[in-house]
Nanobody
Framework: QVQLVESGGGLVQPGGSLRLSCAAS????????MAWYRQAPGKTRELVAS???????NYADSVKGRFIISRDNAKNTVYLQMDSLKPEDTAVYYC???????????????WGQGTLVTVSS
């Protein structure tokens, strides 16, 4: 089995920065895609940023120029550097991954438990 654990959320003032981390753990797995989603109160979950093994990335228009997704393959960890945070960025942020496993064998998606980011004065 593969598990994702997020960290780094918290309370920050507008204009501040946070760095979220998501570490994948388990055995006999290959990660194809890692991504960050967020869900604000009263809204649906939306894709914030994604990073693939091939190196392609994409960002929601609302965060382009402010957020950067990166990955440390040796640590099976993906990061989300968030700068110039706005109150509208307040949400629960979820790590997500598509993985291939061999025990059991299959292709599946995995979600983290979520970490709350609150941008407020």
């Amino acid at each position: 089995q593969v598990q994702l654990v997020e960290s780094g959320g918290g309370l920050v003032q507008p204009g501040g920065s946070l760095r979220l981390s998501c570490a994948a753990s388990g055995s006999a797995f290959v990660i194809y895609t890692m991504a960050w989603y967020r869900q604000a109160p009263g809204k649906t979950r939306e894709l914030v940023a994604s990073d693939t093994t091939s190196g392609s990335t994409n960002y929601a228009d609302s965060v382009k120029g402010r957020f950067i997704i990166s990955r440390d393959n040796a640590k099976n960890t993906v990061y989300l550097q968030m700068d110039s945070l706005k109150p509208e960025d307040t949400a629960v942020y979820y790590c997500h991954a598509f993985v291939r496993t061999t025990a059991p064998s299959g292709y599946r998606e995995v979600w983290g438990q979520g970490t709350l980011v609150t941008v407020s004065s």
